[in-house]
């Protein structure tokens, strides 16, 4: 079962910046000026690595989506990532549909559109019109979703793995407020009295988090 994630993932989940002991931990603040994206683009092999990690299952939940056999779906995974490396420099969030993960599912769906159109120069076998009725009519319903199809659940479990890639930066304490607010869904006010805090400082807790992930994911901002 997929969680429901309660921040709205806009400037409203961020409380100003100021400081707060109860809620920070030095380790959250500073800690790097280049997004995860900006690594990629400079070569970091390990940025590289927390890319694939992060957006691969979404990759292979696309791919499994578009009636792809096991086989097909592990070599498309491959050819995604590989136009990936080789075209990131070129990906920019100003255009109208610059979002990184919208850029992503183009790749998918252009590997997707290669792989039936390849299909479909292959020799067929004999059969009959029969047959090959049948055969059209699969690959027909093989063709990849829409792009508006609902992958709301895949997404959630993107934006817990981008919290990952950030959660050993806080102290125990600030993950916890944030967690129960942004994730388990607890008002501000329960937690604040069952952890005896004030509202606003588990609110700082939230905002300093979700600011940390955005400062991490840059243009991948899931």
Not at 133 to 157: F, K, N, S, T
Not at 170 to 178: A, D, I, K, V, Y
């Amino acid at each position: 079962m997929y969680r429901t994630l309660c921040w709205k993932g806009d400037a409203d989940d961020l409380e100003p910046a100021v400081p707060d002991e109860s809620a920070s931990s030095p380790r959250s603040v500073g800690v790097t000026s280049l997004s995860l994206l900006s690594r990629v683009r400079s070569r970091d092999q390990e940025a590289w690595r927390k890319l694939v990690w992060l957006y691969g299952p979404l990759v292979n939940f696309w791919l499994r989506r578009s009636g792809l056999q096991d086989a097909d779906v592990q070599d498309l995974f491959q050819e995604v990532f590989a136009a990936v490396a080789g075209s990131i420099d070129r990906f920019r969030r100003d255009r109208a549909d610059g979002t990184f993960r919208g850029w992503l599912r183009t790749i998918v769906n252009s590997k997707v559109m290669d792989h039936h159109r390849r299909r479909k120069h292959q020799p067929r076998g004999e059969g009959g019109t029969e047959a090959q009725g049948r055969l059209m009519e699969r690959e027909a319903h093989e063709q990849p979703p829409a792009l508006d199809h609902d992958d709301a659940p895949a997404i959630r479990d993107l934006r817990l793995r981008g919290l990952e890639l950030v959660r050993g930066e806080f102290e125990p304490r600030t993950w916890q407020m944030f967690w129960q607010v942004a994730v388990d869904c607890r008002a501000a006010a329960d937690v604040a009295r069952d952890m005896n805090v004030s509202p606003s400082a588990v609110r700082l807790a939230k905002s300093r988090v979700l600011r940390r992930l955005r400062e991490e994911l840059g243009d991948l901002e899931p």
